[in-house]
């Protein structure tokens, strides 16, 4: 395999977004043994490689005009320039989630609505269309360093919201009342008098994932109470004896835990204190958040890995992009110093929004697996309160379905860390 050095000339116009969106191109391609400098490296020939330049010339990128509210797309998704299509601008403008900027269009807790978005105009929801632009874009201009590029199977990130705990004999109770399953009832009580909530299964999960060699992730809230009519924070307190026993237990067979930033004015590193953790991962509760202040607030924070871009409506990939990645930012033109995990399958995206029965759950699951089997990374959620309830019943066999095609055709399972060397250690090479 040769060696690289891809050069981008020190007067190149937008040099450190194009410095940015290469090295995530290479890591998006999976293109191995490439360099993005804009210094002339000479002498660098080892026993099996040589090393030599490519000067990348007169990119077509419109980074100048990145403020402008409205772009020109062809029928494919991608902006047109006075040049004609612009490939890296429309990379550039997709992953970093330019369409949710400056915009009123969210819904009625204030996210940003699936159905006005890129992906559902386009069709682009399921497919890793921002790496197929980079192929194209290197097709085009940069042919040989894609003979370095390499198929490595996806991998997958694992995760759970604890967003209930004990929901399960009020929620599950309603359910069960409205269906006459009084029997139901009965046991949900029997489980509450002896301090068994339903929904207090981590022991149990931990169980099930031990068996397909999987060590998940678990996101907590540490505020506690409803917050509006329709929204609320923890039915738990995070100080409790239990929760704490809990979330050691969860560390000693060798997962992980997560902030799930709640609902507060509180800011992520007054809420990890209430944690009392050495996290480095956040998920937002609800997925409720809006660009760029979220990505402003995960700056000023200890926070190194936010795994909260994904639609609640729709599974897929929010900024058309399969892979964890540093966002830009667009005010200082410079990379962000947090690494993005986006989230792409969730249980009550089938269940509540898509009104998908578990039956047919699993197939869409797997049919967006089969779409992206390489280099990829697939970022799963599944709530506690979905294993084995009676108000959720069924969603339970989709994720163990799932578990079990991905023991069976051998892709492995990814923490946070993994994740964090990997895609933000690497971006900086």
């Not at 923890?234 to 930033?261: F, P, V």
Request: net charge negative; with cysteine.
């Amino acid at each position: 395999m040769t060696s690289y050095l891809l050069f981008i000339p020190p007067d190149t116009k937008n040099k450190q977004a194009l410095f940015w969106l290469f090295r995530t191109a290479l890591l998006a391609l999976n293109i191995k043994k490439v360099k993005v400098d804009d210094q002339e490296i000479h002498g660098c020939e080892t026993t099996h490689t040589h090393s030599f330049n490519t000067v990348l010339t007169d990119p077509c990128f419109n980074f100048i005009d990145i403020h402008q509210k409205t772009y020109s797309f062809n029928n494919e998704g991608v902006i047109l320039n006075e040049k004609g299509e612009d490939e890296l601008f429309t990379a550039f403008y997709l992953i970093n989630s330019i369409q949710e900027y400056s915009t009123s269009a969210y819904d009625s807790i204030g996210r940003f609505e699936y159905k006005n978005s890129f992906q559902e105009k386009f069709g682009k929801t399921e497919i890793n269309f921002v790496t197929a632009l980079f192929e194209k874009y290197f097709v085009k201009n940069l042919p040989h360093l894609l003979e370095n590029r390499q198929n490595e199977k996806s991998v997958f990130f694992i995760s759970h919201d604890i967003d209930s705990l004990y929901g399960a004999f009020f929620q599950d109770g309603l359910s069960a009342l409205k269906a006459g399953r009084f029997d139901v009832i009965a046991r949900l009580i029997a489980n509450a008098i002896i301090l068994k909530p339903d929904w207090f299964n981590i022991d149990k999960i931990l169980k099930i994932e031990s068996e397909y060699d999987l060590r998940s992730t678990f996101f907590w809230i540490v505020n506690k109470g409803k917050v509006s009519e329709k929204l609320t924070n923890a039915d738990y307190s995070i100080h409790s004896k239990r929760i704490r026993n809990t979330l050691q237990m969860i560390t000693e067979r060798g997962g992980q835990n997560g902030l799930h930033k709640s609902l507060s004015d509180q800011t992520f590193d007054e809420e990890i204190v209430k944690l009392s953790q050495n996290v480095i991962a956040n998920r937002n509760h609800y997925l409720k958040f809006q660009l760029p202040e979220h990505y402003d607030q995960l700056e000023s924070s200890q926070i190194k890995i936010d795994c909260s871009l994904g639609f609640a409506e729709h599974y897929g990939f929010r900024n058309s992009l399969a892979i964890p990645f540093v966002p830009f930012n667009i005010k200082k033109i410079e990379p962000y110093h947090f690494l993005e995990v986006p989230l792409n399958i969730m249980d009550g995206t089938f269940q509540k929004y898509m009104q998908v029965s578990p039956k047919e759950t699993t197939p869409r699951m797997l049919e967006l697996i089969e779409k992206n089997k390489y280099n990829s990374v697939i970022s799963v959620l599944w709530h506690n309160h979905f294993f084995n309830t009676y108000r959720f019943k069924g969603y339970f066999e989709p994720y163990i379905e799932l578990l079990t095609y991905l023991k069976e055709q051998d892709f492995k399972f990814v923490n946070t860390e993994q994740l964090y060397d990997k895609y933000y250690l690497s971006s900086l090479l």
